[in-house]
Structures are given as C-alpha cells and as structure tokens.
C-alpha cells in the first residue's frame, strides 16, 4: 500500500518507461506523485545492456576500435577517440599533427550534430514540432558532410592507433567551409528561434533547475553542470587531440533549468562550427597515421568531451594481443543522479522535457554483459552480424 | 593538486604519467585518501573494479581541473569487502552499485545495494566481469 501523506491521501506511484520513456531508448523511471507535484523519483536503468566492456577483453586490439565505435550512434566518434588515444598513451606512440586535426574535425561535427539534434527533440517534447523539424533539417547537412568525409553517416571509422583512416582532400575541405558557413547562419536563427519564444521561456524557466551545488556535489558533467555554472570542458581541461592549439572557453549559465541548458547547447553549436572552420583553415600538412610494434603492458585513463560530457575510459594492456581491463564511464551515468533535485517538486507534464533536458544516452549508459534467461552469455562474432543473439 | 599525495597518506606504489597519477594503497588507508583528495576539490569521475587473477581491484578516479588521481586498493577474493564512500563522495553510488552487481563486491554500509544493470531475476552464481 501506499504511503499515506500529511492531508491523509495516499501518494500515487506513475511509472514511466521502460519503453519510450520521452525518449527513444530504454530507462524506467517510478514517480511518487502527491496531485500533479513529483515528491519521489526512482530510476532503473540496464535495459540496453549489451556485454561491450567483456567483449573488449576477448577481442584482439585492431577488432575493439570497431567494437567501442558500436557503444553509442551518436558518440560513434568520441568513444573510439577515447579508446585509441589510452592505447597511444600506454605504448607512447605520437600521432602526427594531421591526424590529431582529422580526428577534432570529427569530434567537433559530431558535437554540432548531437546539439541539433538535441535541440529537437527538446522542442518536440514541449509541442513545439517546428523547431524539431527545424533543426532537424539543419542537422542533416552536419550528417551528409560525415557521409562525404567517411563514406558513412553514423559509423565513421575513421580513428585507428596510430592516426585516423581518412585523409581530407582540399576539394572535401572546400565543401565542409561552405557548409559550416550555411550552419553558421542557421545555427544564430535556431538560437534567435529558441531564445526569443515567449512559450519555450515560459515551459523552460526554472523547470528542472539544478543548483550550481547540486551539480558539484551529485558529480554532474559536460553541458548539464556547465548549465548550473560548473566551467568544466574537458576539451579545454586536457586539451588532448588538437585543442591545445586554440583558445577555448566553456560555455556556461547559472539557473541550471532547462532554458540554461538550451543556452548551453546553442552556445556550443556556434563554438564548435567556429572551431571546425579553424581546425579546417589550419589543417597540417603530412602524414594521417604512423605505424606500431605491439602494446607493451601498461594502463591508462582519460577523458574526452563527449557531446554529453566527460567520458571516461580506463584501459589496461598486459603485453598479449588482448586487453587486461577496459573500463567505460559515459556521461550519461554521471549526471542520472542530477535528475533527483530536477525532479523533486516538478509537475508531472514537465517530467518528458527534464528526461530530456540532460540529453541522456542510455546506449553509453548500458553496457557490457549480455544476460538471456538469467545466465550469463557470451556473443559471438557470427551472431553480433546475424542479430541472433 | 596543491599538495602531494604520497606526504599525506602511506603509499605503497606511486606511478605518474603526463595528467595522469596512480597509487596504490591498502584498504586501511583508503579513508584518509578520500578525506586529502575532498580537501583537494577533487572530483569522483569513477570506480573500476577489475579481476587481477590473484585478487580484485577497486580503482577510484578522481578529476581536479585536467588531473585524473587514481586510488588502487587490493581486495581478496575471499573477502571482496570495501567501505562505502557514498559519505565522502554522493555521487559513488551507481559505480558502487555497479560493483557489486558486476564483480560481485560488497560494498558494507552501501545506501541502496540494488545492482545496477543486471536484471532483479539474474541468478549466475558468477558474476559477469569475473574470471572464473
């Protein structure tokens, strides 16, 4: 039974999800609600668990690239950025100066296209389909220019030990100018879109506020804490592949509700295509990737600035051709605990627009074992290209 | 790190690369690192627990500014049991949780020991990220 409040009723419990719970992946999410106001909020997560982290350990090193690319669709770049550089790191092999360039051109699109798409899908769950076709439409020139870039839209493939895989030709980086410069002007009418509704001010302000103390103290990472004041850009922190070379400020704002998180956002699609021109307009010239013995044992951890946030991989090598550990953190999984102070106190018709507004990945979130009738199990290469699994 | 590690808390190996540091320390000194790396600002970024053969590993990153501080803590295979740090640092719950769930660690004192990814049915005696 439930718990009885103080007017005497008893509180009603709302499941949401697993399935489509305002989002288009797997998360449960159990709402104590007293009328229309949240007062308790409990979360499962697991349901996109996979076994990725396992299949690392049994893999030989040149097949796990492809495998940690297959973590998330969206970080499809940022995670195997993460990977190849621990390796790099362990084995102390120094990646030519091109190849740092190529492979912050990726991260950077990918960054823009994750934003858009973001800004999408946080205006389709306040009703304001416009602005997700909008968006949407402006996020598939960022996805056609990875498709002339890689060949692929989604799995780029592009990152390898030792460098990247795909050169970029000058004609190829003529095309990407002219569309950054169209993304430029489109990315200021999305912003002047988005800031200047009196709606999505009205639905945003103060809507699943997270106090700058909150986010130090919950561990919250990337544009969720950057959006409560936190200046914490792991670009600008580490400043591994190429960002050591320009200036970068992180962008922040102080309310931490969902219209801080939009600025946040908008802010950094305008930051990356700015930083993609340059990373264009400067692109060195020599080789893309240099060639290795083998990986001596050793172990590293790092981080790089994932659309969502800090991600972190923690890699062990033992001297054969297979890891000893790998180990990865998504952002996603940092800032779940941030979602409780968001919560509690909200009225149920904005719980879809704060599920969103942290740009949750439960792709990156779930990974590793792959558990079917309750035992463990694991998959082979023939079933991972089959889908039997 | 304004101040050093290795002064603050016994260390049984200390190894630093680049922004990277690591050290390994027995389980009785795990409290006095938390408490030198709070004072330091330190962020938890994550846990890894790993399955070294000979026995279990529980590795703590913590994040000050472009720093990563790895603490490393042996535990038995007879006895995987580590405090909570939950008091110390909020957010080490879902990577405590993921612990226990994944390589069958107890976390003593821990608020909500639910397993994080594993299905409430999962009966596997062994769990995933073990060896044997």
């Given at each position: 039974?439930?718990?009885?409040?103080?007017?005497?009723?008893a509180?009603?419990?709302v499941?949401?999800g697993?399935s489509?719970?305002a989002?288009?992946?797997?998360?449960?999410f159990?709402?104590?609600?007293e009328?229309?106001?949240?007062?308790?909020?409990?979360y499962?997560?697991?349901?996109?668990?996979?076994?990725?982290e396992?299949?690392?350990?049994e893999r030989p090193?040149s097949?796990?690239?492809y495998?940690?690319e297959?973590?998330?669709?969206?970080?499809?770049h940022?995670?195997?950025l993460n990977?190849?550089?621990?390796?790099?790191d362990?084995?102390d092999?120094?990646?030519?100066?091109?190849?740092k360039?190529?492979?912050t051109?990726y991260?950077?699109?990918?960054?823009i296209?994750?934003?858009m798409?973001?800004?999408?899908?946080a205006?389709?769950?306040?009703?304001?389909h416009?602005?997700?076709?909008?968006?949407?439409?402006?996020?598939?020139?960022?996805?056609?220019?990875?498709?002339m870039?890689?060949?692929n839209?989604i799995?780029h493939?592009?990152?390898?030990?030792?460098?990247?895989?795909?050169n970029?030709?000058?004609?190829?980086?003529?095309s990407?100018?002219?569309v950054?410069?169209?993304?430029?002007?489109?990315?200021?009418?999305i912003?002047?879109?988005?800031?200047?509704?009196?709606?999505?001010?009205?639905?945003?302000?103060?809507?699943?506020s997270?106090?700058r103390e909150d986010?130090v103290r919950?561990?919250?990472?990337?544009?969720?804490?950057?959006?409560?004041g936190?200046?914490?850009?792991?670009?600008?922190m580490?400043?591994y592949?190429?960002?050591?070379?320009?200036?970068l400020?992180?962008?922040?704002?102080?309310?931490?509700?969902v219209?801080?998180?939009?600025l946040?956002?908008?802010?950094?699609?305008?930051?990356?295509?700015?930083?993609?021109k340059?990373?264009?307009?400067?692109?060195p010239?020599?080789?893309i990737?240099?060639?290795y013995?083998?990986i001596?044992?050793?172990r590293?951890?790092?981080?790089t600035?994932?659309?969502?946030?800090?991600?972190i991989?923690?890699?062990?090598?033992n001297?054969t051709r297979?890891?000893?550990r790998?180990?990865?953190?998504?952002p996603?999984?940092?800032?779940i605990?941030?979602?409780?102070?968001k919560?509690?106190?909200?009225?149920?018709?904005d719980i879809?627009?704060?599920?969103?507004?942290i740009?949750?990945c439960?792709?990156?979130?779930?990974?590793?074992?792959v558990i079917?009738?309750g035992?463990?199990k694991?998959?082979?290469a023939?079933?991972?290209?089959?889908g039997r699994i | 790190?304004?101040?050093?590690f290795?002064d603050?808390?016994?260390t049984?190996?200390?190894?630093h690369?680049g922004?990277?540091?690591?050290?390994?320390?027995?389980?009785d000194n795990l409290?006095?690192a938390?408490s030198?790396?709070?004072?330091?600002?330190?962020?938890?970024s994550?846990?890894?627990?790993k399955d070294?053969r000979?026995?279990?590993e529980?590795?703590?990153?913590?994040a000050?500014?472009?720093e990563?501080h790895?603490i490393i803590v042996?535990?038995?295979?007879?006895?995987?049991?580590?405090?909570?740090?939950?008091?110390?640092?909020?957010?080490?719950?879902?990577y405590?949780?993921?612990l226990?769930?994944?390589l069958?660690?107890?976390?003593?004192g821990?608020p909500?020991s639910?397993?994080?990814e594993?299905?409430?049915?999962?009966?596997?005696p062994t769990?995933?990220?073990?060896?044997?």
């Amino acid at each position: 039974m439930a718990d009885v409040n103080e007017r005497g009723f008893a509180n009603l419990k709302v499941p949401i999800g697993p399935s489509h719970p305002a989002l288009e992946e797997p998360a449960r999410f159990l709402f104590e609600v007293e009328g229309e106001k949240v007062v308790n909020v409990d979360y499962e997560i697991g349901y996109n668990h996979r076994s990725i982290e396992r299949l690392c350990q049994e893999r030989p090193f040149s097949k796990v690239v492809y495998l940690v690319e297959r973590i998330c669709g969206i970080c499809s770049h940022t995670h195997p950025l993460n990977h190849v550089e621990r390796v790099e790191d362990i084995a102390d092999i120094e990646v030519p100066e091109r190849a740092k360039y190529i492979r912050t051109i990726y991260a950077e699109l990918e960054r823009i296209h994750s934003h858009m798409l973001w800004a999408g899908i946080a205006g389709e769950e306040i009703g304001y389909h416009t602005l997700f076709m909008y968006t949407w439409r402006e996020r598939e020139k960022v996805m056609d220019l990875f498709e002339m870039l890689s060949g692929n839209r989604i799995m780029h493939g592009c990152n390898r030990i030792g460098g990247v895989k795909w050169n970029i030709a000058e004609e190829q980086a003529k095309s990407a100018m002219s569309v950054l410069t169209y993304l430029d002007t489109a990315a200021d009418k999305i912003t002047k879109a988005v800031l200047k509704d009196s709606n999505i001010a009205e639905r945003g302000k103060g809507v699943g506020s997270l106090s700058r103390e909150d986010a130090v103290r919950l561990g919250a990472v990337g544009p969720n804490a950057r959006a409560s004041g936190v200046p914490e850009d792991t670009r600008v922190m580490c400043k591994y592949a190429a960002y050591g070379d320009f200036d970068l400020e992180p962008q922040t704002a102080k309310d931490g509700d969902v219209v801080a998180q939009a600025l946040v956002r908008l802010a950094e699609i305008k930051q990356s295509i700015w930083l993609t021109k340059e990373l264009f307009a400067n692109l060195p010239e020599g080789p893309i990737q240099v060639e290795y013995d083998e990986i001596p044992p050793g172990r590293s951890v790092g981080r790089t600035e994932a659309p969502r946030g800090e991600l972190i991989h923690y890699t062990e090598t033992n001297g054969t051709r297979f890891f000893e550990r790998i180990k990865i953190r998504s952002p996603t999984l940092a800032n779940i605990p941030s979602y409780v102070p968001k919560f509690l106190g909200c009225q149920i018709a904005d719980i879809p627009i704060i599920a969103a507004s942290i740009d949750p990945c439960f792709s990156c979130t779930d990974r590793m074992t792959v558990i079917k009738d309750g035992k463990r199990k694991i998959v082979s290469a023939r079933e991972l290209k089959t889908g039997r699994i | 790190m304004k101040r050093s590690f290795e002064d603050a808390v016994p260390t049984l190996e200390a190894n630093h690369k680049g922004l990277n540091s690591y050290y390994r320390i027995t389980l009785d000194n795990l409290d006095a690192a938390l408490s030198f790396l709070k004072e330091e600002g330190a962020r938890l970024s994550t846990i890894t627990g790993k399955d070294a053969r000979e026995h279990l590993e529980v590795l703590y990153h913590f994040a000050i500014w472009g720093e990563l501080h790895t603490i490393i803590v042996e535990l038995p295979y007879d006895k995987p049991d580590i405090p909570t740090i939950t008091e110390q640092f909020v957010n080490a719950l879902l990577y405590e949780r993921e612990l226990i769930g994944l390589l069958g660690i107890n976390v003593l004192g821990i608020p909500d020991s639910r397993p994080l990814e594993l299905p409430p049915k999962y009966t596997d005696p062994t769990p995933p990220l073990r060896r044997v």
